[in-house]
Structures are given as structure tokens and as C-alpha cells.
């Protein structure tokens, strides 16, 4: 028997949850990977923001960011307490674009350019990048992780939520 949110029609929070998701998840499992397989670059990159003092902390840090970021990803990707991760997804974006902006910020005023032609290696997994791209980029992937943050379910997901989810009429 089916169950009754599985057999309702698609509709567009559907289409929208399905591609937020997987934008959301390809993009952390990808730029995870890419800082995964080279440990010491990132932490290289990171140290450039400054906001680190412990050598201990920073190791820690550029060792296993990239591998929380690939698991939240992997969450997002299967449907396993996606609300949850997407909540964690949306703390570290708002953190990385804020440490970005104010990167570029400190660059465009060291080399006495306009903001948006500054372009700088963020340390995102993506090489070197225009920070006003990775701006509007990182606040698209904000929307959409606010979005699944939002929803109550999600097509194709085993498991979105930990707690129980009433049952629904819907069909």
C-alpha cells in the first residue's frame, strides 16, 4: 500500500526541494572532496582569514571540514535528516559568506579597487574566484537551504526529519 505523502501529485515546493537539494548537496560534496584531497592547501587558504588563532584548532579545522561538509551533503543527497542538515549548511553558509565579503572587503581596500573586481582564492574549494559572484552564489545556495530548512518533507528523502510527522491526507 502506498503510503499517502508518496502517491499525492508533484507540485512546485516538490520541484523546488528535489533541485535545492541536490544544488545544495553536489555543490558541499564537491567542494568538500576538492579540500579533502588537498588538506594542506586549504589549510594554507583558511589561514588567510585570520579568525583561528590556535594552530591546534586551525589543524583540526581544514582536517575535518572537509569531510563534515562532504557527510552533511551526503544527508541532503539521501533524504536522511535533511532538515538538519540544512540548518547546518545554512550556519557554515552565512559564517563563509560573511568571512568572504569581509575578505574581499580588506583586499579591494589593500589594492584600492572596486569590490567586485576583487578575485581571490576563498579557500572554497573552487580555486580562485570574482567575490562578487561567490557573493551572489553563496546567497543562492543560502535561499535554497533555507528552503529545505523550511520544509516539513521532501520527495524521495528515507528519512527528512528525526522526529515523528503526522500522517497526512493528502493524496
Known amino acids: 500500500m502506498n503510503h499517502p505523502l508518496h502517491s499525492r501529485p508533484w507540485n512546485l515546493p516538490d520541484i523546488v526541494g528535489i533541485a535545492a537539494r541536490a544544488i545544495l548537496a553536489a555543490t558541499f560534496i564537491g567542494m568538500g572532496i576538492s579540500k579533502a584531497l588537498d588538506p594542506v592547501d586549504f589549510l594554507k587558504l583558511i589561514r588567510q582569514y585570520d579568525t583561528i588563532a590556535q594552530p591546534w584548532l586551525l589543524n583540526l579545522a581544514a582536517g575535518a571540514l572537509p569531510w563534515f561538509e562532504i557527510f552533511c551533503g551526503i544527508l541532503l543527497l539521501i ?3 535533511g532538515r538538519g542538515a540544512a540548518v ?24 584600492g579597487i572596486p569590490f567586485c573586481q576583487v578575485r ?6 573552487a580555486g580562485i574566484i570574482n567575490v562578487c559572484r561567490k557573493l551572489i552564489e553563496n546567497g543562492g545556495l543560502i535561499l535554497a537551504a533555507l528552503w529545505l530548512a523550511g520544509s516539513s ?3 524521495w528523502a528515507l ?9 497526512s491526507l493528502e493524496g
Open 153 to 155: 518533507r521532501s520527495r
Open 159 to 167: 528519512r527528512w526529519s528525526w522526529s515523528k510527522e503526522p500522517a
Open 88 to 111: 547546518v549548511l545554512l550556519a557554515m553558509l552565512a559564517g563563509f559568506t560573511a568571512m568572504i565579503a569581509w575578505r574581499g572587503a580588506a583586499i579591494a581596500d589593500m589594492q
Open 120 to 125: 581571490f582564492d576563498c579557500g572554497c574549494g
Open 79 to 81: 533524504g536522511v535528516a
